[in-house]
Each structure stands twice: as structure tokens, then as C-alpha cells.
């Protein structure tokens, strides 16, 4: 019996440690969006990726008292507040003319994962594999996304960092 338990425990433990393998979802979007994001308070975390690595996320991270603005002046990366077309259309939805796309970074009620920055920088990061992108380069028009949106309000010290897959 004592065999069997034993067994059993290091089977548990080595369960445990498999699912702890490999970057938190903290430590990808800080890679991907080029930021040190240790040490920051989290403030709510949306997701809704399945099994098979689709589904929207969205991280919201305190950022105050971090000096993050000064960081992002000079980042070639990030840019100042409006949004460009594209990232408008994904966070919030964007209508031109008789077409409209978006807002793409919803919660389960359709309304949008990032409320209205007035004052702030974003990020755009396409993680499309590359055969993908070269058959169509305008996001909107893929039939598929892959992409990381940061949006830092510079109001508030809060950073979104929102995850889309399809």
C-alpha cells in the first residue's frame, strides 16, 4: 500500500511541475511587447483560450510608480495615443465609409476588454507566422489573427495587455 501511495504522490508532483514548465503569460507578453513587466501588480486577468491555443485575453497590470511613460517615450515599439487604424479597429471597433471591422478584443457580452485611453501609448504585435502574413499583409483582411495589443494609460499608470488568437 505504501508502494502504491508513494507512486501516487510522485506521479502528483510530477504532474505539478509540467504544468509550471515554460513562461507565464506575463513573461510572454513582456517579451513580446519588448517591456520588464516584474514586479507589477495585477490588477484582473480575462481569458478565454482553449484547449487548442485560440480565444482572447486580456491582462491589466499597475503599473504606478514604475517610471513606465519615460521608458516608452523613445521605444521605437510603442507609439503615442490615437491609435493607428488597425489597432483601433481590433480594441475598439472602427467604421469607414459603409465597411466597419471590430472591435475584435471583446468579453463574453461583446463589450470591449480596454476602456477609452484618452492619454496613453500602444503597441502593436503581429505574431501571424510569416506564410501567413505574406498572403495577406493588412490584418484585417487574414482570416486568421495572432497578436499581442499593449495600451498604456498614462492617466491611470494602468497597462492592458490584450492577446488574440483564431
Not at 487604424?85 to 466597419?100: N, S
Request: with cysteine.
Amino acid at each position: 500500500m505504501k508502494k502504491i501511495l508513494m507512486a501516487l504522490a510522485v506521479v502528483v508532483m510530477l504532474l505539478i511541475s509540467l504544468t509550471s514548465w515554460g513562461p507565464t503569460e506575463r513573461e510572454k507578453a513582456a517579451r513580446e511587447l519588448g517591456i520588464d513587466l516584474s514586479g507589477c501588480a495585477t490588477v484582473s486577468l480575462y481569458d478565454t483560450h482553449s484547449g487548442n491555443g485560440d480565444g482572447v485575453s486580456c491582462q491589466v497590470l499597475s503599473l504606478e510608480g514604475r517610471g513606465f511613460q519615460e521608458r516608452l517615450r523613445g521605444d521605437r515599439g510603442w507609439s503615442p495615443l490615437p491609435l493607428d487604424d488597425t489597432a483601433q479597429a481590433l480594441v475598439y471597433g472602427l467604421e469607414k465609409g459603409d465597411a466597419g471591422w471590430g472591435p475584435y478584443l471583446i468579453d463574453g457580452a461583446g463589450e470591449p476588454l480596454v476602456p477609452e485611453i484618452r492619454e496613453g501609448y500602444y503597441c502593436l504585435v503581429d505574431r501571424q507566422p510569416e506564410e501567413y502574413r505574406e498572403e495577406c499583409q493588412d490584418i484585417l483582411e487574414r482570416y486568421s489573427f495572432n497578436l499581442t495589443v499593449g495600451l498604456y494609460d498614462t492617466e491611470t499608470d494602468i497597462l492592458y495587455i490584450c492577446r488574440f488568437d483564431t
